[in-house]
């Protein structure tokens, strides 16, 4: 990745895409988080059957089409912040200054237990 | 958003999350995209009961709530990319390439029925 | 439906179509919640992109291809409570005097923003 | 379970629990499959961080969350497929005997390989 695969970048593509093809009517907030959980479901069957290990040592081919699926989400993922008018790069940089408090390094070390969030 | 909210900036703030806090076992692919998907759900269910148009004029603090929603999304995908050795970036592009030939403009126009991607 | 098509008796069918395949190793509870939410995900993806009421009238042959995809969140849903020893149908019963004492017809009338839940 | 637990009985348990609260206006058969999706990503969010043995060997109190869980996701399905007026029981014996076909016990013996539904 480089200095110029900005949210921003991407938010603004998709905007140009959805304006030329006349689909801004599709893309309600309601439609696009389907559409997001449905793309989620897609990398999940990729994992179901797989343990850990053969999760984390996929075949090439496997592993090209789960960046794909992983691309999708991204994609609906940032058109749905832009139309409800939410800065997806600054929610982010807000939701790990939270979870650096909610889970202080020397609590959280090696404990899965004390938390449900990254 | 800025230029400095890349998603490579965001991987390696999750990775030094993740190492100071030894969760690396945590993380494997299957782990970490049975996260997405749960989060996901949970960006869904602040929409199941609205309309298409409520869903497009959320109250503030509902508004609030889902940004912090899609930032969990967005950490979790960043990290399941990281994991993968997946350049999540290139691979956004390289969708939005793919979808550009998939869907011609002229051919999709306003039509829901002819695509089932951006 | 009749009164044979019991949770009991798909549980059983679903048992032995695992027996039989030696499929007991990969039906880990785990597992078998990621395949549950990944046909979610299939459901969901029906729908994306349709109007309250063009979900409601769906095309024969989508309302066909829909129905297949309920059977097997069924599918998945009755051999996880299976393999986690949760009677599925008492746990339905449970949650259904739980939601009536949680929406009182006269108090939920009519009104979405009182309830998340059915 | 007992013979009584019929998908018919939570049908029609459900359509007269939505009509008490005149909630059919939005029990869409698109709202019900985001409601469906949502419960799904619940139920994931149990088994994220678990090991597969982990997730089968649930402490008691989590293993009681998680059949409330499941039950939701049981009725919002019972609930989807009515208001399409799909016969779920009918549905699931027809994926029954497709998924026979699908999966010669001799063939997909020990193999997750060959296949990705039950």
Redesign the interface.
């Known amino acids: ?3 110029h ?4 970048a ?2 603004d ?2 905007r140009a ?2 304006a ?4 801004e ?2 893309h ?4 696009l ?20 290990d053969e ?2 040592n ?1 075949p090439e081919e496997r ?1 090209a089409e ?3 699926e ?8 940032v ?3 832009d ?14 200054a ?3 408090v909610r ?1 202080p ?1 020397d609590k ?3 404990r ?2 004390k ?4």
Not at 33 to 52: N, P, T, Y
Not at 70 to 77: G, K, M, R, T
Not at 83 to 96: P, S
């Open positions: 990745m480089s200095e695969d900005t949210l921003l991407l938010r593509a998709l895409f959805a030329e093809r006349d689909w009517r599709f309600t907030p309601k439609n988080a389907m559409a997001l959980a449905g793309e989620a479901g897609e990398v999940i069957e990729h994992f179901q059957w797989l343990s850990a999760s984390a996929l592993r789960v960046a794909l992983l691309a999708d989400v991204l994609l609906y993922l058109r749905l912040a139309v409800l008018d939410i800065d997806l790069g600054e929610a982010a940089q807000r939701k790990l939270l979870n650096a889970y390094a959280a070390r090696g899965s237990d938390y449900d969030k990254l």
